[in-house]
């Protein structure tokens, strides 16, 4: 079994940065695949970047350039790093992971098993 925290979540400005952070926790040890999917109101949830292992990372295309996904095994956190923040960044981010998915840092939400409460990220114009 497997416990993720979400932190970091705030207000800010457009143009601004963000470090998200979430904290994995149990006996089983640290999902192998991760990643942050983030929802709109009214919205469906979507993956802004994964990351397999500790090198082989995905990102949507939206955030891409201006997003960093990491990992830290010492302390089993994992992070993402916003910078120039966009209004339509906004949302609740989440934070998944999965023992078992093959191969790719995957950004589909049936790929993951754990998940987070989420965090919010308001960026105002």
């Known amino acids: 079994q497997v416990q993720l925290v979400e932190s970091g979540g705030g207000s800010v400005q457009a143009g601004g940065s963000l470090r998200l952070s979430c904290a994995a926790s149990?006996?089983?040890?640290?999902?192998?695949?991760m990643a942050w999917f983030r929802q709109a109101p009214e919205k469906e949830r979507e993956g802004v970047a994964a990351?397999?292992?500790?090198?082989?990372?995905s990102y949507s295309e939206s955030v891409k350039g201006r997003f960093t996904i990491s990992k830290d095994n010492s302390n089993n956190t994992l992070y993402l790093q916003m910078n120039s923040l966009k209004p339509e960044d906004s949302g609740m981010y989440y934070c998944?992971?999965?023992?078992?998915?093959?191969?790719?840092?995957?950004?589909?939400?049936?790929?993951?098993?754990?998940w987070g409460q989420g965090t919010q990220v308001t960026i105002s114009s």
């Open positions: 998944a992971g999965d023992m078992y998915s093959r191969g790719i840092a995957d950004l589909r939400v049936q790929r993951y098993y754990y």
């Open positions: 990351i397999a292992g500790r090198s082989r990372t």
């Open positions: 149990g006996t089983t040890g640290t999902p192998y695949y």
